[in-house]
């Protein structure tokens, strides 16, 4: 049971290395082949949801099993809806006339995804630089 986990880590990591190859083949007789980020953008969303996904089954089987952590496991589930939404409301979807194929909507939602992955990582590093500032002072 305990490879299960590992088997799918493997499995996710070759087809995005797979979609990765596709995506930067480049054609020396067609130059406007390079770069076509379309595959790895998909893939992206995919990953996206199936990650939401998991982190909210596994939190649904946190609950479930242990009752009492039920407290933190639903804080932090708040809190990652929190930045989504803060994230949301901070895309506009409004540059979708810039590229080809792309409606506000799909716009809307890479800026969503864009914005909750900077508002994480400065999330992560300010935790990281507090919890260093903090040992230090204490």
Same mark, same amino acid.
């Given at each position: 049971?305990?490879?299960? +986990?590992?088997? =799918?880590?493997?499995?996710?990591?070759?087809?995005?290395?797979?979609?990765?190859?596709?995506?930067?083949?480049?054609?020396e007789?067609? +130059?406007?082949s390079?770069?076509?980020?379309?595959?790895?953008?998909?893939?992206?969303?995919?990953? /996206?949801?199936l990650?939401? $996904?998991?982190?909210l089954l596994?939190?649904?089987v946190?609950?479930?099993?242990?009752?009492?952590?039920?407290?933190?496991?639903l804080?932090?589930?708040?809190? =990652?809806?929190?930045?989504?939404?803060?994230?949301?409301? $901070?895309?506009?979807?409004?540059?979708?006339a810039?590229?080809?194929?792309?409606?506000e909507?799909?716009?809307? /939602?890479?800026?969503?995804?864009?914005?909750? /992955?900077?508002?994480?990582?400065v999330?992560?590093?300010?935790?990281?630089? /507090?919890?260093?500032?903090?040992? $230090?002072?204490?």
């Amino acid at each position: 049971m305990d490879r299960i +986990p590992r088997i =799918l880590m493997i499995a996710l990591i070759v087809i995005s290395v797979i979609v990765f190859v596709m995506a930067i083949g480049v054609s020396e007789d067609d +130059p406007s082949s390079y770069g076509n980020a379309d595959p790895l953008l998909y893939v992206g969303y995919i990953y /996206f949801g199936l990650t939401s $996904l998991v982190a909210l089954l596994g939190a649904l089987v946190g609950v479930i099993q242990k009752p009492q952590n039920a407290k933190g496991i639903l804080i932090g589930v708040g809190g =990652l809806l929190l930045v989504v939404i803060i994230a949301y409301s $901070l895309s506009t979807g409004s540059d979708y006339a810039q590229y080809d194929e792309t409606t506000e909507g799909w716009s809307h /939602f890479s800026g969503t995804l864009l914005y909750t /992955f900077y508002l994480l990582a400065v999330g992560a590093i300010g935790s990281i630089i /507090f919890s260093g500032v903090y040992r $230090l002072i204490r």
